[in-house]
């Protein structure tokens, strides 16, 4: 009688411990007869960061059975993100995001199109993404030291391009340099010298060919003085003699040994707030730095003159 009731309690402990272990079940996990409609999520390796940097954006999706991605993948919603790099992997699609501005990187819903066994176009979809940006320049912009921005990451390799087209092109070069030497060597030294074009006037028309193509009048500042600085730093790497165009506005300062060039490090400086600090200028501002670029062309024009003395026309209008 009493190994009956022994018996009769370890069933009882059996059942307890059945119906616990009940829902741990892998099998529970799906109702029966609901048919999988596959699902996306999205995972970033940083929640914030500095302006410039690249954030990776990984996007983890299973499909339904018998459904497939198209040939050309298509991922809505992150249309105000700057993809620089995409890696598809089975399951994952892995995207390179690069924060060029200093708002905070917000988007709505992710979608990802697959087609099903007929052909038929659906979606996958998950919710949004947020990235806040790091300022370089905290509060008071004019006042700090603008750091270079990060390298911009290549989106695919050149070697090849380089290798079919360069080879061509360098053997064409080095026959015509040959042909050039030849020609120097049977002619007089006072006979036939190319003409050359004085910087400042190389300058001053780049400066009216800006001027003309609208950019600061139809709202798009960056590019205007994204322009306007390179035409600065190539006059004044071609009068001083050091790769200004290279350099950074600080390394630039740096290598300035000539009083009458500080203000273009001015205009530069006032250039970069625009370029990487969103900073919105004034017509009349731009005004200003157009005028002020001109008249530091006309202060050092006569720094830098051909020794052939054969100047263009233009050039001495200029």
């Not at 970033?44 to 983890?60: E, F, Q, Y």
Request: proline share 6%; with cysteine.
């Amino acid at each position: 009688m009493k190994h009956c009731r022994i018996s009769n309690g370890r069933k009882i402990l059996r059942v307890i411990a059945f119906l616990f272990l009940l829902p741990l079940n892998p099998v529970w996990a799906q109702a029966p007869g609901v048919e999988f409609q596959g699902d996306l999520s999205t995972s970033l390796d940083k929640a914030s960061a500095p302006v410039g940097t690249v954030v990776r954006l990984n996007l983890d999706y299973r499909l339904p059975p018998e459904g497939h991605l198209p040939e050309k993948i298509d991922i809505q919603g992150l249309e105000d993100a700057s993809i620089v790099d995409k890696k598809f992997d089975p399951g994952r699609i892995t995207l390179k995001l690069i924060l060029d501005g200093t708002q905070i990187l917000e988007t709505g819903p992710i979608r990802l199109k697959y087609l099903d066994e007929h052909g038929d176009e659906l979606w996958l979809e998950t919710g949004g993404i947020r990235i806040d940006v790091i300022s370089n320049l905290e509060q008071k912009p004019e006042e700090r030291s603008l750091k270079p921005i990060r390298e911009i990451i290549p989106t695919q390799s050149y070697w090849r391009a380089w290798l079919f087209w360069g080879i061509p092109a360098v053997l064409i070069v080095v026959a015509i340099l040959g042909m050039i030497i030849w020609y120097k060597r049977r002619t007089d030294a006072r006979g036939w010298q190319p003409q050359q074009t004085a910087p400042h006037v190389r300058a001053k028309r780049s400066i009216d060919d800006l001027i003309r193509t609208g950019h600061f009048e139809q709202g798009r500042y960056k590019a205007f003085y994204f322009r306007f600085s390179e035409i600065l730093k190539h006059y004044l790497e071609e009068i001083r003699g050091f790769p200004a165009a290279e350099y950074t506005t600080e390394e630039i300062s740096n290598n300035i040994s000539h009083n009458e060039d500080y203000p273009i490090v001015g205009l530069l400086k006032q250039a970069d707030l625009v370029k990487f600090a969103d900073a919105t200028p004034t017509p009349a501002r731009k005004d200003q730095e157009i005028a002020a670029a001109l008249n530091y062309i006309d202060q050092t024009s006569s720094l830098h003159q051909p020794e052939s003395g054969n100047v263009l026309d233009e050039d001495q209008k200029a």
